[in-house]
């Protein structure tokens, strides 16, 4: 069965350190996603991204994170200047565009991301 | 309000023994539903959709009751497998998926 890929699985980084979390989304998938998720808490939607631009973003997304699908199958996601408080799961997500599947969100086992 | 609230547990319960999750949710206008599990720092995965009608897959029961603006999830026959976090989830279209803070279910031997 086809499946969402991250890589890393922990990444360690110190405070103000940039970071790029890699996922390769489902082959064929169109809507692409960024959640994350911090100990104990709700799994939180940063961004999605469609037709090689961002289609919506929460406010967690600032000017520090950005996305990008550089090759047509990885989806990059960078911290420009890490905090502590971006410690986190970080899921990347791929839905295949279909009306059938309009709801359906495949996850990847995401990158565990521990800033110092 | 949160858009979807769940009790988060945990729920300690025996094996064989039927158990059940409410979730509520604040916007009316909301069309979708879904319960995810999550095992503990693993991803979520898909457990079940949630119709106006009910739907039934094994032992699990999803129900939407929009008068009251929740949903629920029953767990019949407990599994020592099935301890996880249940996420209550509604959609936003192709945008998003809102997350509640889950519920967390112990099935002890």
């Known amino acids: 069965e086809p499946e969402v890929t991250q890589t890393p699985s922990h990444q360690v980084t110190q405070m103000g350190q940039e970071v790029i979390l890699r996922c390769v989304p489902i082959?064929?998938?169109?809507?692409f996603y960024w959640y994350r998720q911090i100990l104990g808490q709700k799994v939180e939607f940063l961004v999605s991204?469609?037709?090689?631009?961002?289609?919506?973003k929460s406010e967690i997304f600032d000017d520090q994170f950005s996305v990008e699908r550089p090759d047509g199958s990885n989806f990059t996601l960078k911290i420009r200047s890490t905090k502590l408080e971006d410690s986190a799961m970080y899921f990347c997500a791929s839905n295949p565009g279909r009306q059938e599947l309009k709801n359906i969100q495949y996850f990847g086992a995401g990158t565990r991301l521990s800033v110092l | 309000r949160k858009e979807v609230e769940q009790d988060p547990g945990p729920f300690n319960v025996p094996e064989g023994a039927t158990v059940a999750f409410n979730c509520t949710y604040s916007n009316s206008a909301s069309q979708s539903f879904f319960w995810y599990r999550q095992d503990c720092r693993k991803e979520p995965k898909l457990l079940m959709s949630v119709y106006s009608s009910g739907n039934e897959d094994g032992r699990f029961t999803a129900q939407l009751n929009r008068a009251s603006q929740y949903i629920s999830l029953l767990i019949r026959d407990s599994k020592l497998s099935d301890s996880a976090t249940y996420l209550c989830v509604t959609p936003t279209g192709f945008q998003k998926l809102v997350f509640g803070t889950g519920t967390r279910l112990l099935v002890s031997p």
């Open positions: 082959s064929n998938h169109l809507y």
């Open positions: 991204f469609y037709n090689n631009e961002i289609s919506e």
